[in-house]
């Protein structure tokens, strides 16, 4: 079965300090990555998506990046922390086969608190 | 533009009634749709997708949702709520064909079981 991981669960980072939350993926293989934004509990703000190792797409500019080095690896990161960098921090996965809808699959999230 | 609406906040229902949360989109062409749930600092969970077919949709924990096109609207519902089905719920949409790998969700619907 697939399952997703996700790490560090919690951060608490200094304003201007560099960030970088992975997430890993296992049993399934070219998987749609996902990386969301979730601020105060509500609703989700898609940051990244990724379609194979190293395509990138990007949907808002921010003040992060994101990464695909592995097939089933996928880094979110920041060079220099803000304070509007706090929030819940989700990766998701998908895969679309012939004939299925592909739903997204969600890490248990990593929350980031910027001080 | 694909969006998602969840009009309501917050849905406070005693144990024992039936739930309905509320979900409304904006898509062009057949959307697929989806429902989550997602429990405090934890990722989100899938509970129930409609792709085509029958419009009434039955998915995990005794959750059902009601398609209908001419309402555009996708509302998830429960016969008779329990006090741990008290959660944010998104409701999500899913282009087809063309990008396919955008998810649209919406802002959350707090549910409030009382015992």
């Known amino acids: 079965s697939q399952t997703i991981h996700q790490w560090p669960a919690t951060l608490v980072q200094p304003v201007g300090s560099p960030l970088s939350l992975e997430c890993t993926v296992e049993g399934t293989s070219n998987p749609n990555l996902y990386w969301y934004r979730q601020a105060a509990g509500r609703g989700l703000q898609l940051l990244f998506y990724s379609v194979g190792i190293g395509q990138i797409s990007s949907e808002v500019p921010q003040n992060l990046s994101a990464s695909r080095p592995q097939d089933r690896q996928f880094i979110l990161s920041s060079k220099k922390l803000l304070l509007s960098d706090s929030g819940f921090y989700l990766c998701?996965?998908?895969?679309?086969?012939?004939?299925?809808?592909?739903?997204?699959?969600f890490g248990e999230g990593s929350r980031l608190t910027v001080l | 533009a694909q969006s998602v609406a969840q009009p309501e906040d917050q849905v406070n229902v005693a144990e024992g009634n039936p739930l309905t949360v509320k979900c409304t989109y904006s898509v062009s062409g057949n959307p697929y749709l989806f429902w989550y749930v997602q429990y405090p600092n934890r990722g989100l969970q899938f509970l129930l997708k409609?792709?085509?077919?029958?419009?009434l949709v039955k998915g995990s924990y005794g959750f059902e949702a009601e398609f209908n096109k001419s309402q555009t609207s996708f509302h998830l519902k429960k016969p008779s709520a329990l006090v741990s089905d008290s959660a944010l719920y998104f409701c999500a949409v899913r282009d087809r064909p063309a990008n396919f790998n955008k998810f649209y969700f919406g802002s959350g619907t707090k549910l409030n079981v009382k015992p």
């Open positions: 409609y792709i085509t077919g029958d419009n």
């Open positions: 998701a996965w998908s895969v679309i086969l012939t004939g299925q809808t592909g739903e997204l699959f």
